[in-house]
Every structure is written in C-alpha cells, then in structure tokens.
C-alpha cells in the first residue's frame, strides 16, 4: 500500500513539473504589472517571447527570457531577459522575483534610445543610454538600491539649435545618508559642459538633482547665454544646477 502511494505521489509530481514545464508563454501575463501589457506571445513560462510589449502605454518592442526553473526550490523566478524596443537597441539583464514582489536585476547592459527609460525627455532631448549596472533592487514598486552607472551619449538638446552637449555618467552606489533615498553622482565626460551634481530617487519616486555647471571654452555662445537662466554665476565662474519632480 504505501508503495502504491509513493508511486501514486510520484506520478502527480511528474504530471505538476511536465504541465509546468509546457505551460504556454501567455502564462506570463498574469504575473505583469498593470503598468504592461504585451500580445504575440510564443514558446514557454521558461523560455518564450512576448513580440509587442507597451510600458505605461507607449511601445517597448520585443522581450524574449529564459528561466531556470532549479531556482524555484529557492522560492526565486530567475531569468535572463532581453528587450529590443527597435532593431540595433537592446538591454539585457538577470532578473529574480520573489514572492513578497520584490526583484532584483543583475548584470544589466544595452545601449537605448534616451526616450526608453526616460520619455519625459525625449520630445526635447536627443542621445542614448548606455546601461552599465551590476544591480538594481525593487521594492513596493520604488528603487532601494543600485549599483553600477548609466552613461548619456551624444546627448543633444533638439529645441532650436541642435547642439551636442557631450556624454555624461551616472553612478550609483549607495543611499543618501539620513533620507532613504537612492543616491547618484552626475559628471561630464567631456564636452562644452563641466557638469557636477548629486542626483537623489526617493522611495515616493520622486526625485531631486543638485549642482553646479560651467561652460568651457568650446561652448558656443549661445549654450552660454542660456546657463544665464541657471542663476548668478559663483567666484569660481559656475552656476548652480536644480530641478526636482517625479518619475
């Protein structure tokens, strides 16, 4: 008797991991924020492809993933997932999901157009972002924690004159001090702007940037003519820098 339970046991178990392992990619979409939506689902819940994903409305491409399913005896979804919002753009990440919501994302690189992770800027600015980030973690929907920088690249500003303001990085590594909030440094990497400002992302998703910027000598005249709208310049020729909202 208990030999026919144990087998019994163990056919009901085999079933459970080959309907699992079978289970259709639109699966997925169950588990997707409201924020998402994606169609022309193909493949598995472990190795599939999503070709229309939207974020927040606006069309993100393509997303493809492959999971490993050994890590759900860790009670962890872990994925290697990708997302081409165009052909030649891409990024790519580890992404592990926990069953309190929490994610984390490790290893994340591409290279994007400005508008895919900041569209409030793109009817404005023009560029890429280069992603450089060992880890990102999420709670509650809000950023907690990161690691790693993100790199601005020909950032140009497209409102009149279309004039290149050079590459810049963000580099995160820990939290401010006393606020809760996730701290950057922003920097020039080279370019008519020397730019320094400290950047903050709070758990309310707002966020803060404060510094200072000056021209340097192959600034045009009229880039200089508007850091006059920053405020009056400091002893050592800077302006200050500071904006604020939410993301």
């Given amino acids: 008797m208990r030999r026919t339970v144990g087998l019994a046991t163990a056919g009901v178990g085999a079933f459970f991991v080959f309907f699992v392992a079978l289970a259709p990619a ?15 689902w193909s493949g598995t819940i472990w190795s599939g492809q999503a070709r229309a994903v939207r974020i927040d409305g606006r069309s993100g491409g393509s997303a493809s993933w492959s999971c ?3 890590r759900l005896a ?21 992404l592990v999901a926990r069953p309190d919501g929490s994610l984390t994302l490790r290893d994340l690189r591409g290279l994007l157009p400005i508008g895919a992770l900041a569209p ?14 060992e880890r990102v973690e999420i709670r509650d929907r809000g950023l907690v924690d ?3 920088s993100l790199f601005l690249r020909e950032l ?6 279309h004039e290149s303001l050079g590459d810049f990085e963000l580099q995160f590594g820990g939290g ?18 020397q730019l320094r400002a400290v950047v903050e992302l709070a758990p309310d998703r707002s966020w803060r940037v404060r510094g200072e910027v000056a021209p340097r000598p192959s600034a045009s005249a009229a880039l200089i003519g508007q850091l006059a709208w920053l405020g009056p310049l400091d002893p050592d020729g800077r302006r200050p820098v500071s904006a604020e909202g939410r993301w």
Avoid at 83 to 89: S, V
Avoid at 120 to 127: E, K, M, T, V
Avoid at 156 to 161: C, E, F, I, K
Avoid at 176 to 193: F, H, I, N
Wanted: glycine fraction near 12%.
């Fill in 26 to 40: 639109r699966f997925v979409a169950r588990a997707l924020p409201d924020s998402v939506q994606a169609s022309g």
């Fill in 68 to 70: 490993r399913p050994w």
């Fill in 74 to 94: 860790r009670l962890e979804w872990s994925c290697r997932v990708s997302l081409e919002p165009a052909p030649g753009d891409a990024a790519t990440a580890e």
């Fill in 120 to 133: 409030d800027l793109a009817p404005h600015w023009d560029g890429r972002l280069e992603l450089a980030v």
């Fill in 146 to 148: 990161a690691s790693g």
């Fill in 156 to 161: 140009a500003s497209t409102q009149g004159r």
């Fill in 176 to 193: 401010a001090v006393g606020t809760g909030a996730l701290s950057g440094r922003l920097r020039d990497l080279g370019g008519p702007l």
